[in-house]
């Protein structure tokens, strides 16, 4: 006990001996941050690898609706983001007749690839034998249909109208979902849910009503298979 009492009163170590010190624990650090670099960037590396090979879904939007272009945009952003979420990229080709170039006319115009869907923007409900949902409705494989008015209305029942590309960007991705997925891919949670309540929306304002991670899984099994067919026909 004498001498752990005698060591921890031991004065403090001399200039010299703890600048030896401060400079190898210095020296550490750097290479402890250098390591973490190093790791952080080989992380992101990786990550970006994976993206470049992430299956692409093409989207071409009919905009019968006459969705302004800043809500048509955030809207798209918000739906290529949830559906990022499940390892897909997204590439949306506005198809309307106020096309932002030609080029994008052009493709438009181009016959559909394996990995081509439509998606129409309707005003609202319609009576047809393809409905399924108050969001809208889809015909496997390829066309998606989403009624615009049911995003507006939801937003202005909840007070948050300045929230409607949010909701139309879920609802967009939730009728894009059904075509990699299913007609009767409807889940008991996220995003694939068949009816939408408070809490639901709530989510999707939030940025938080998302595939499962199973309906991901399934969704880039579903999109690497049109992409092998493509790749067939291109040959």
Known sequence: METAFKRRQSP??????????VRVWLGFGLLIALAGT??????????????????TLRIRVNNYARV?????????????????????RTEWLNCSGNAESTTT????????????????LIPESTNNQYQDSVFGFAVVPIVASVYVNYAVNSARRDNAESEV???LGSVIAHEIGHLLL??????VTGIMQKRWERNQM???ITGNLLFTREQGTLM???????????????R
């Open 68 to 88: 302004s272009p800043t809500t048509l945009n955030a809207s798209e952003r918000e739906a290529g983001r949830i559906l990022g979420q499940t390892g897909l």
């Open 220 to 234: 880039q099994m579903e999109m690497q298979k049109r992409a092998r067919l493509q790749t067939a026909v291109n």
């Open 202 to 204: 709530r989510q999707a």
């Open 182 to 187: 299913g007609l009767n891919s409807h889940s």
């Open 105 to 120: 006319q052009n493709l438009c115009n181009e016959p559909l690839e394996s990995t081509d869907i439509v998606l129409r």
């Open 165 to 167: 590309p949010m909701i």
């Open 38 to 55: 190093l790791g952080c960037g080989s992380a992101a590396k990786a990550q970006a690898a994976i993206a470049e090979k992430a299956p």
């Open 12 to 21: 403090v170590c001399g200039a010299v001996q703890c600048g030896r010190q």
